[in-house]
Every structure is written in C-alpha cells, then in structure tokens.
C-alpha cells in the first residue's frame, strides 16, 4: 500500500516499525510535517490492540474500546482527524464489582478501587464497618514511614504495599485487586505505583493521606464521563489515520514483521535517518540489542531472553470471547456498564464483562437494528495473571474450552439464567502482548534505556533510533498517544507537545 507524493528532501526518512496506534500517530505527524514515512507492520492489518470484528454481520471494537477523557490529547487527535462531531459517551456510568459473597455497583469515588472517602455508604457496603474503619485510619496515620522509605528504596514501591500499609487487607482484596486484575490484567502487587497511578504516590506524600490524594486528584478530572469512544468503535480512528497516512503519500507494509534493523535498508533503498520502533518492548530490546550496547541496563520485564529461566511472562495474553444474546431481561441493563470480577470469586473464569449495548448506543441501536428489541452484545474476558482457582483460562485455552465458560460466566454475572439457545452467535479474539506488565522499577527502567537511546552515537550513516508505545509510555491511549507525539515533534525538533496535566489514572474503572 503506497501513494506518492514526494516530501522535500531536507526532511528526514523515516521508517516506523510497528503499526498500533503509537506508530501510526507518531507516522502522521511526521508525515504531515512532510517526511518520507515508511511504515512496517506485522500483521496483515494496522491499529494493533485496536480493531474491529464481526459479529452477526455487524463490526464491534475486537480489543480497546474507550480512551480515558483524564486528558486532552485523545480528544485533540480525533478533532484534527475529523472525527470531533463522532465522540460518545457511555449510556451508564456505572460498573459493578463481583465478590464471592457480593455484587455491588463501584463505588462512585475512587482511583483503581482506592476511595477517597472510606467511611462513604457504597465503599461501606462492600467493604463492611470493620475493614472501612480500618481503612479510615489512613486520613490520620503520618505518611512520614513512606517518604522515608522511598527515599531508600529509589521509587520502587508496588501499588499492593501502599494500599495494604495504608487502607488495610480488605480494601486491597474486595476493592482494588479486582479492578486491577480485570483492567490491568495485574496483581497490585507486581503493579509499580508510580506508573499504575501516575502523581497519586506524590500526593499523598503531600495531602498525608491516600484517601486525601485520590480525592484530590479526583477534584482535577474533567467533568463528565471518564472515558468517551467514537460513534461506531474506537476501530474508526485507525481507518481515519490509515486514510490520512496514504494521502501523505506514506508507505504502509503489511505483513512485514522487522527482525533485523538492517532489513530497514532495502537494496537501494534510501537509508533512514530515524527508525522508531513502536514495538512491545521485548520485540524493541531485541532489535536495538543488534545495534546497541545495553549491558548495565536493568531490562527485566524487556528482555525475554530469560523467560525460560524465569518463568514469568511479563505480558499475558487476554482472550476475549464476544457474543450476542436474545435476554430480554437484559433490557434493563442490570449490570450498568458491566462487571469486574474479584479473583475471589470461585466459580467464574472471567476477570470482567463489559455489556457493550447497555455501554454504547450506538451498539445497541446496531444489535437491535440486525436482530431485534431484546437483543445485547456482551464481551467476557479472560487471562488473569497469578493464581486462580480452577483451570486457567485465557490466550492460550482452546475456541472451545473459552466458549464453554462465556456461556456459563455470562448467566452468572448477570444474576439472570442464560440458556445456550440465547447465545446467537459468540466468537473469540486473542491479543497476546498487547497489556505489558509494570513491575515495581518499570519506569525506572524505560528512563535509563531512554537515556542510553537518547545518548548513542549514531554516526552519519546510522538512523537514530526511537522508542514508543505502550510499554515505554503506559497502557492506554491517554498515554500512548502524546508519547508518540512527542517523539515524532523529538524528531522534527521542535518542543515536544506540552504535557498534558500530570497524568493522573484513570479514574474509575469501567469495564
Ligand atoms: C483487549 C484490550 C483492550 C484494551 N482496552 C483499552 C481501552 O478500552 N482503552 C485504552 O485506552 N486502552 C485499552 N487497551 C490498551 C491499548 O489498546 C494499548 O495501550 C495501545 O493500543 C497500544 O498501542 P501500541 O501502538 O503501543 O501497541 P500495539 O497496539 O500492540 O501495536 C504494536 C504493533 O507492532 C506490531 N509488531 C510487533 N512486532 C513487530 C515487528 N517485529 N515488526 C513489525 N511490526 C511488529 C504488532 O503487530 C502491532 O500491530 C486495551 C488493550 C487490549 C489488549
């Protein structure tokens, strides 16, 4: 796929490898400054963990679905696409928690399940008196410990350390793990603070208080919903790029996995000036390992050359098993948006459901147009890192064993008896090291292999190398976005785009 018009040839060559959304953002803005812009893409289609797939002859978003509205810069990207008139919001704001011995609705305040206020009726509902008292004690226990202990341990503190010591077991367990499980695909324990809630550490160093800090980082969110998507699926903003790239007259090879840099220099082919790997981070340190010293650098979690050893793989994958129902209980939306499910909870494979046509209207309008009034789509997934009670399902289950457990999983969520002869028709996605695991350090990490890129001596006839995407910058197009921006501004030389506000995270959790 090529078209051609020819930049002026003062301005860089430059070759993206990788075609998710951090490559093709940093790709348009390149090409739109004029660049020649080469783009290598695995797989036969762009978007990466965006896409669309099929269901009963209508197409749904396959892997993400919403951007978090924290920032601006999601918001600014589908302006400058056209697509500003084609925001939505969700129908319901409203997502349900499953515990072993509770389904509740989320609690209204709150980052990553941690309240701002614990003693508030819908935290003491799923919390208990006693386990939201002791998380109370956080508003008057001196964080004095913390700061000292940061100091000597370089920033390497966990999300599980710091909800455990300041809220108590129970609010980690029954309100923070799950949410974390079901979105992150993370144990709180494994997760690093700092790049789980981006600023929340900080200021609770300041406020004194967890509770305090997330409320006011809450204070700072955009009124309205916090995460918006585009009429008809988020998968629309990969074809408005695709459109716009080919119009520039960039290059866009599909199915051409890199596994070499020097692949990038065809036989009489221009040489890059710049190569931005846009890759899983693992993929990244392979091929920068080719062309670059990186002995001294931490990479656990970037390198896996150790897994065998290790046994842990730093991103596993998700399984995502879509269906459409005829439920006309349903109709009600009795889940609101959808639920998170506690690792707790014994007897359900799935770590969340989202109920699409109760989330999007469009959706809705879409499932009832094709099939009729009581009709819903509904999308479970699974992959839960860390131990779980029964045969662990997720990328690696077999069509089967996963369709098996949708149809029982999908009743039980509901609280409705769900008939196999109500599931129309259901299909199953897999996205493998698409959610990157952050261990306590990952930021650390990336920064020092940031500034070993940032430091190379490239010499005249190498490219400079550059790294984006989820793995460097943080999961989620709220933070894959503006880093992709920022290296391609890096490369035209000019002021990256001013930061959006500190990145708070994302502030409730919707399935
Ligand atoms: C199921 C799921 C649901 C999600 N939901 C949301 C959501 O609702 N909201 C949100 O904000 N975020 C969500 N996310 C996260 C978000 O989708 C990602 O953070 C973001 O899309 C990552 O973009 P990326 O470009 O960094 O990486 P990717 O999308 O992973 O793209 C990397 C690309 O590189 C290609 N590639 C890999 N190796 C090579 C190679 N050697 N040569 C060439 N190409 C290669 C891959 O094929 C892929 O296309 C979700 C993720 C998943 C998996």
Redesign the pocket.
Known sequence: MSAGTSPPSSLPHIAV?????????AAWDLARAGCAVEI????D??????GAQTLAGDAY????????TRSPV?PRLLAELGLQDDVVAPQHSIAWLQLPDLAAPLPATGILGIPADPLAPDVVAILGETAAARAAEDLNTPVQDWAEEQESRGGRITLGEVVRDRMGQQVLDRLVTPIVSG?HSAEPDDLDMNNAAPGLFDAMLREGSLARAVALVRSKAPAGSA?N?VDGG?NRLVHALERELLRLGATIRLN????DLAELVAPGAERPDHVIL???AP?AVQ?ISEVMDLSGLDLTGLDLSGLDLSGQDPAPG?A?VSMILHAPELDSHPRGTGVLVSPQVRDIGAKAMTHISSKWEWAEAAVTQAHGPGHHVVRL?YGRVGQTSQPRLGADSSDEDLLRAAAEDVGALFGVPIAGEQILEASV?R?R????QTSAGHAERIAALRARLAGQDHGPQTPRVHM?????????????VPD?RSTAAAILNTDPEPEPEPDPPTLTARP
């Open positions: 490898v990788g075609g998710g959304i951090a490559g093709l953002v290598f893409e695995a797989g289609r762009l978007g990466g963990a965006i978003d396959a892997g993400a679905e919403a951007f978090a999601v979105v995460v998507s988020l051409s996995p890199v596994h846009a890759l899983d993929a091929l998700v995502l997934s996605v996205w090291r698409a959610l990157p984006t995407g989820a793995w460097f910058a943080g999961t989620g197009l709220a933070r894959v992709a």
